[in-house]
């Protein structure tokens, strides 16, 4: 028999209670108020089912270092000499090309 998360009706404790599937939405005794409440299961996360479909792959070493889509001056994916954190001294500038 599987353990249930139990939300009392009446004074809104929640206990975890083994029972069978088929004593579910039946009265039940709450240990906090004592009185009798439905025993509908809460959604917790043992019940929240997650598929991932894609995941994110860095495509160069400043995504990498960056995170997903990142753009601006270091961020060229060509073979030449290339750095997220370049120190830029203006014109004709190998990385940014300015």
């Given amino acids: ?20 599937v088929t004593s579910l939405h039946k009265p039940t005794q ?6 009798q409440t439905a025993a509908a299961p ?5 019940r929240v089912g997650m598929k991932i479909v894609d995941s994110w ?3 160069s070493k400043a995504e990498m270092l960056a995170g997903a889509g990142v ?12 750095s997220v954190l370049h120190n830029c001294k203006g014109h004709s500038c190998s990385i940014c090309e300015t």
């Fill in 42 to 46: 809460t959604l917790n996360a043992a």
């Fill in 1 to 20: 028999m599987p353990f249930y998360d139990i939300e009392c009706s009446h004074c809104a404790g929640i206990f975890e209670k083994m029972m069978a």
């Fill in 71 to 82: 753009a601006g001056p270091g961020t060229s994916t060509r073979p030449v000499r290339n």
């Fill in 57 to 59: 792959r860095p495509g």
């Fill in 30 to 35: 709450c240990p906090y108020c004592q009185q």
